[in-house]
């Protein structure tokens, strides 16, 4: 008679199935968000296109425009000297748009299948990218058209962030979560990359392909999402993770020496196990007011606001704002605006780390936004004294810019939609995404905005508004920092103690 197996390998070929789903959903996801972020940023790349200075190009033989005309090259209705207003409403009408929808995204990700929901919000985004490309090949000029295809795009890309956040949610517990997620938030930088990258081919010539690959990228990503995304570990018999707790957990009760700042409890594999067998009914989702309830969502989803407008400012003025005041080409523009992307990369996975190490989310972002206010200042004023200067400066700002981005955006989202209060229920981790990403993408509307009003003025005065937005955002934090730094002292008057006994 076969002998059974021993608990420690049962474990080790469970604990072994389960991280290969867990690291197939965590890379899939990776993908699908990648291909949304890329599909934004041909926009911000093709400005410089739209609208430059046509004397220093030379004209086509058959060309009927006049010797002093300057905008002959220029895309109508983008040649008049009101541009850079008429770009800022293209920006506004995507990231207005994705604003208002991403509320409502987070309610009906909570009651839809998500494997069916994003798919189908990647073909339509992947329509909509590719048909702003095709505005080019179509020779049209009216700027209802490019508003309209903006709007109808952020609506279906609210469909995104929710879903991939709530999916890896599902996998994920609330150990190393902030490193995890910091690696793979990277995503949006990565996204930004190519989407620039991939812009910058076709920039000077038929730059409606700026779009329009990207787009067929997208919707065929969406094809791959519908037929291989896993929502749940229980639909292919894998251990769920136990969530327990959010980033005020610790500072609930700072005396309890279970929930010190740095305890790093971890369910046990049985107690997991048992969990996932037990049969429970499903909870009910979590209404818009009982979110907004949770400790915490306030607070971060208003920080979200003014750190997003400084991010999307970047993201959508960057190219053009080297292009003019470094005198690149539009292409190097493009391409010399991806550092401040890979800056991104490196700030989002240095938040993850250093706040599971300190089990400081709300100190890590405001520790990174005061650092971030003076850099920016620096890069205005000093980083186009040489290339090599720009690099280093770009890439710092880009790290202390979009670290506390990342960080709230992801971990800190699934730590407040997990949290203690909430009893298990982790439905309420669609809604509380959304409501934080949502008002996030309020700042994310406004700076591009506020960009294309400012910049007529100076752009001196673009990077004040970008500072104070910045401060802004740390201030907000004060509250919660404060109670981080009394769970910090509570733990180590603790720890003291028992060195005495």
Known sequence: MRASLAPGVWFLRAFSRDSWFRGFVLLLTFFIYTCYHMSRKPISVVKSRLHQNCSALISPINDTHSLNDTTWCNWAPFDQNNYKELLGAVDDAFLVAYAIGMFISGIFGERLPLRY??????????????????GYFWNIHVLWYFVLIQICNGLVQTTGWPSVVTCVGNWFGKGKRGLIMGVWNSHTSVGNILGSLIAGIW?????????????????????????FLIEYPEDVDCTPPQHHGGPEENQDNPEDPENGPYSNRESSPDTATRCSKEPSAQPAAISF?????????????????????????????????????????????????????????IGGILAGLISDYTNGRAT??????????????????????????????????????????????????????????????????????AIIDGTGSIGAALGPLLAGLISPTGWNNVFYMLISADVLACLLLCRLVYKEILAWKSSMSRNRGYKEI
């Open 117 to 134: 929901y994003l798919s189908t919000g990647m073909l339509l985004s992947g329509l909509f990218t590719a048909l702003f490309g095709l």
């Open 289 to 345: 007011l009982g979110a907004l309830q949770i400790p915490g969502v306030i607070e971060f989803s208003l920080c979200l606001l003014f750190a997003k407008l400084v991010s999307y400012t970047f993201l959508y003025w960057l190219p053009l704002y080297i292009f003019n005041v470094a005198h690149f080409d539009a292409k190097e523009a493009g391409d010399l605006s991806t550092l401040f992307d890979v800056g991104g990369i």
């Open 203 to 227: 920039v000077n010539g038929h730059w409606g392909l700026s779009f329009v690959v990207p787009g067929i990228i997208m919707a065929a990503m969406g094809v791959v999402t519908f037929l």
């Open 364 to 433: 890590t972002c405001c520790i990174m936004l005061i650092l971030a206010a003076p850099m920016m200042f620096l890069y205005n004023n000093f980083g186009q004294n040489g290339i090599t200067s720009s690099i280093v400066m770009l890439i710092i700002c880009g790290a202390l810019v979009n670290g506390p981005y990342a960080l709230i955006t992801t971990a800190v989202s699934a730590d407040l939609g997990t949290h203690k209060s909430l009893k298990g229920n982790a439905k309420a981790l669609s809604t509380v995404t």
